[in-house]
């Protein structure tokens, strides 16, 4: 099956990683809900989510991926940390904006920058303790054919912070400590009762 995987990926590379990338980006606002305990689901926001994510982020992720690759090839450590760099002072500050505003505009928020300008900069210091370890691997070690699923599953976790943020915390990585210390003990609520 791996190998089927990979072959698909080789042949069709754009529509293979951007549509995992979006699921896996919208999964994280299914599991944020799931795990918030909602009564009912919020599939419109979900939608919104994944709309934002198929449009933009598996789409620009795609691309920037190959971009940073034709213009820093390799994996050595100085072109590593070249494409880091660039990455963290580029593209994560733009994902972030995108995030907010698009799903601002998709709900139909008349301010779609509220959001914006309340979280922008706590969640880009936040990804600044996720996204630099996660994209060196990325870099380092995974081919340019999977980078962009590779960074997909790191955004299933991110964006599960991303809609905790935007609906009930502050960006910061104390809401972020907040939510996953919050996943832990459900976890452990659930086999305490069911084992």
Known sequence: ???????????FPWVTNVTLYGCLFAGGDFVHQWFSRREKMDW??????????????????????????????????????????????????????????????????????????EKFLNTYKTGLMFWPFMQFLNFALVPLYVRTTFTGCC????????????????????????LYVYIIDLHFSYVKYHV
């Open 1 to 11: 099956m791996r190998k089927a995987f990979l072959r698909h990926v080789r042949r």
């Open 44 to 117: 419109s926001h979900t939608r919104n989510v994944a709309v934002v994510a198929f449009s933009f982020h598996g789409n620009f992720n795609f691309f920037w991926m190959r971009f940073l690759e034709r213009r820093f090839p390799g994996n050595s450590a100085r072109m590593v940390m070249r494409k880091l760099f660039l990455d963290q002072t580029t593209a994560a500050p733009l994902a972030t904006s995108v995030f907010y505003t698009g799903v601002s505009f998709l709900e139909g928020k008349e301010d779609i920058l509220e959001d914006w300008r």
């Open 155 to 178: 955004a299933f976790v991110w964006a599960t912070f991303l809609c905790f943020s935007r609906q009930s915390g502050d960006g910061t990585a104390a809401a972020a400590l907040c």
